[in-house]
């Protein structure tokens, strides 16, 4: 077994290149086809639409994972309750933040686009309403990862802290079963049949309260990573099926889109045992692109560099801002006259700077503005020793 050091890095490797993925998913939006966003071009772009198709496949779904593992590696030394409390300052507060501060901006642009007259100050007092978007201006928007993550963690905290207890050793030594040959892919049939079953009355509406299916379904991905910490053997079997995880994402991308494409469709209206393993397509999609990225992450991304430090830190704080900043960017480059591939990489480069230069600049130095932002205390030991690399980061 590898050191516990040792063993997280490549999860941070792929927490980072999943919020790029994020990030390279939400510049796409405004020039989806047949899919309107908060700010749209006038034109659309078919490429761009299936670039934003096939991340949507899985990285959402990889962060939940990932999310899983990082709540084991925070129970280790805590009790559920100050797992909970612990959660409810780094996930509660900047929901709460963002919720006033962040998301607001996105709305207004978009309500400017609808025929809103006013300046910013005369729209901001409606969030107070509390009409929920899109009939009010009240929303977390892509905020809704955090929200879910919090009430999951807070849901699940005395299972996960039983289930890392002496007492539950019994568990975790069964689990070792599923790292034998291919029966790691078990995992996946749980939420696999849940979508499947659930998905055609239920919609995703990332409310929360409304989201009958995908809410039981971001958990299992959730609770994927975390009993993949829970029993290393598993993650060693996810490594070693990693060309045919690979092999199964591949081959059912090919076949999503040879049917969608082709306008192939099972009979929605009459559901039929066609139509609910047509329904299946996705999540068995989705789960082997996360257990083929994790395996070949386990394989080859177990190596840290100086930068990560600074890049594990600024990535949440860059989630919570990167979509405003897009939607800002956006709202001006929609006007320009310059090719769809021009305006996508001019939002893709400058929300990334601008992101990053915000996060540097007024976050990174200031407790005040951690805290808010749900990032650890930075003491001088660390600033002392992190300063220099990190500088050279960013120049």
Known sequence: MQP??????YLDWLRIFAIIGVLLFHAARPFNVDNPWHINNATSS????????????FRMHLLFF???TVTWFMLQN???????LL???????????????????QVYLERLNQGFKGNYLDFYPSIFQLKVYPQGNTSWHHLWFICYLVVYDIILAPLFSYIISPKAAGFRNKLAWLAQGKRIYLIMVPSTIWFAATILGHPDTNDLVHDYCFFPYWMTFLLGGFLCMLQPALMDSLQRNRRLSLLAAFSLLVLINYFRWNNIEPDYVHPNWTTYLYLARQPLHSWCWVLALVGYGKQYLNKKLP??????????PFYILHQTVIVIIAFYAVK??????????????????ASMIFYHLLIRPYPVMRFLFGMKPQTKKVAKETLLPEIAAVA
């Open 4 to 9: 516990l050091s040792s063993r997280q890095v």
């Open 46 to 57: 078919p490429l761009l639409t299936e670039f934003s198709f096939w991340l949507s496949r």
């Open 66 to 68: 990932i999310s899983g």
């Open 78 to 84: 805590r009790s559920a309750g100050q797992f909970t």
């Open 87 to 105: 959660r409810l300052r780094r996930l509660f507060i900047p929901l709460l933040v963002g919720m006033l501060l962040i998301v607001p901006p």
């Open 307 to 316: 930068i990560q430090d600074y890049l594990n830190q600024a990535i949440y």
């Open 336 to 353: 320009t006259t310059d090719t769809i591939g021009m305006k996508y990489i001019f939002i893709v480069i400058c929300s990334l700077g």
